[in-house]
């Protein structure tokens, strides 16, 4: 199973309109795919104490990313960098075993021109650090409010069939990835 991880808690985002289209695409590519949506995040995971002693309430969020095939990470840009709510995320989970060796790739968006281009580079730098494989194809969605109906769902045909590529390639790397591990002595 693939996890999604929506990079915010802010009420409302953009970002989780975006990882809905995610899921479909996932869904009609007939892989199972498990949503973490940091905004359901326990609020006990915040207390100073968690840093020693994580709560059992956060147990489901950290098994989701060690029994993950693949992270798909969808993230916005605030003040040029990723939310701080998700690097706080990767911090909480398990060292090494969380991204060592595990497939992720990313999906940037932000009202600005760039589309996230800052905090997806730095979130590949994170996950770098850590040993996971990094899918190269990321894709960027500027001015995203542009591309938004009213009701949060992404009314341009070239961004859709951009994550669509994206998803299709990144299936195929986690399963290659696989592959080649089973072949490892």
Request: glycine share 6%; aromatic share 10%; net charge positive.
């Amino acid at each position: 199973m693939m996890t999604l991880i929506s990079g915010t808690n802010r009420p409302g985002a953009n970002t989780r309109h975006v990882a809905r289209h995610v899921e479909e695409i996932y869904a009609a590519l007939n892989v199972p795919l498990r949503l973490l949506d940091l905004a359901d995040l326990p609020q006990e995971i915040f207390l100073p104490s968690c840093y020693a002693e994580k709560p059992k309430t956060f147990h489901p969020f950290a098994e989701a990313i060690v029994q993950a095939k693949g992270l798909i990470v969808v993230t916005p840009e605030y003040n040029g960098s990723m939310p701080g709510v998700l690097k706080y995320f990767i911090d909480m989970l398990k060292f090494p075993e969380s991204f060592e060796r595990r497939p992720v790739c990313f999906i940037g968006l932000s009202a600005g021109v760039w589309g996230a281009l800052r905090s997806t580079e730095q979130l590949a730098a994170i996950f770098g650090y850590r040993n996971a494989y990094i899918y190269p194809e990321r894709v960027f969605l500027s001015q995203i409010n542009t591309h938004l109906d009213a009701s949060g769902r992404l009314i341009n045909p070239e961004l859709l069939a951009r994550l669509k590529s994206q998803a299709e390639g990144f299936i195929h790397f986690v399963e290659h990835l696989k592959e080649t591990k089973l072949r490892q002595p």
